[in-house]
């Protein structure tokens, strides 16, 4: 099974405007929709549709996380979480018709060391059975920042593959711990690099490669509307996706993630598990809920993708 970490689970909510948005007048709200969130939770939720077994692990709160728990479970998700005082917290993005979204992320709740070492305990055990990890997204507060290094080391210690999609000083750190991935975006690409990132293929290329050298065994630069490029083992390619009309593009990284995971667990090439990644990536941008990939989308545009070798 792949075992996703979400250290910082929420509950998304999305609401859909049929107005301007306007600051300081009343807004009516055309559509609402709650799921379960946290980037680790949308990779936990694709991971499953893609086919693979999956278990989500993390720290939760209060009756958002009871929430969190019941409505994974309808999804075939199952939850082995650590639990800590308060609420977990809600996250809302706002989608105006022009297709803008406005995002409002609540920090969290508040972790302390006896909670943080009983979640490790927990993973220890969950470590023992998987077959892949992913790490994803922020830590609640409280934490320790290279509190993702000591995750990566102890799956390493394992010789378990383990993914790594967070930002900032977490992903700083945990890249000194050498993961199995990362998929930084441009501006991350850069700050790891120490460089900026013109965001030609060529030059994501190389900016990946340096990091591919430093003991990442894979990277992956996702740049958005344009694709990825991944700089491996088996060589550097780009990987273009199809055209779509697209609803909501939150979320489609992590399916991008979960594609990934599910490519590395079936011991699958590179290429081949760059498009499938990709195509769960365009499928979840065709929903408007979070993480939730349609396996006849992703079928539908596997083909569509266009992978080119740039090494």
Not at 69 to 75: P, T, V, Y
Not at 88 to 116: H, K, M, W, Y
Not at 271 to 286: G, P
Request: aromatic residues 4%; negative net charge.
């Amino acid at each position: 099974m792949i075992l996703t970490v979400t250290m910082n689970v929420a509950i998304d909510k999305s609401y859909v405007l049929i107005c301007e948005n306007k600051p300081g007048e009343v807004l009516r709200v055309a559509e609402c929709r709650a799921t379960p969130g946290g980037k680790g939770l949308n990779v936990a939720k694709a991971v499953r549709a893609l086919g693979e077994d999956v278990v989500a692990t993390g720290i939760i709160g209060g009756h958002a996380g009871s929430w969190v728990e019941e409505n994974l479970a309808h999804k075939g998700v199952r939850c082995d979480f650590e639990r800590a005082a308060g609420e977990s917290r809600t996250c809302i993005n706002i989608i105006e018709p022009d297709g803008r979204q406005t995002e409002f992320l609540e920090p969290g709740l508040q972790v302390d060391a006896d909670t943080t070492a009983a979640f490790l305990r927990r993973f220890e055990r969950l470590l023992a059975s998987s077959a892949a990890v992913t790490i994803s997204g922020s830590l609640p507060q409280g934490m320790p920042t290279d509190f993702y290094a000591e995750l990566i080391s102890r799956c390493r210690a394992a010789d378990k593959p383990v993914l790594l999609d967070t930002s900032g000083s977490l992903l700083r750190q945990g890249v000194l711990a050498k993961p199995t991935m990362i998929k930084p975006n441009l501006e991350e690409l850069g700050q790891l690099t120490g460089h900026t990132v013109s965001g030609s293929v060529s030059d994501v290329m190389e900016n990946a490669r340096q990091l591919y050298q430093a003991g990442i065994g894979m990277v992956v630069v996702s740049m958005g509307a344009r694709g990825a490029v991944v700089v491996c083992g088996e060589g550097a390619f780009h990987a273009a996706p199809p055209a779509i009309e697209a609803v909501s593009a939150t979320g489609s990284g992590d399916s991008m993630t979960a594609g990934f995971a599910v490519g590395i667990v079936r011991g699958w090439p590179v290429q081949r598990t760059l498009r499938f990644a990709t195509a769960a990536a365009a499928a979840n941008a065709l929903e408007l809920e979070t993480g939730r990939v349609n396996m006849d989308n992703v079928n539908r545009l596997y083909d569509q993708v266009v992978i080119n070798s740039i090494d």
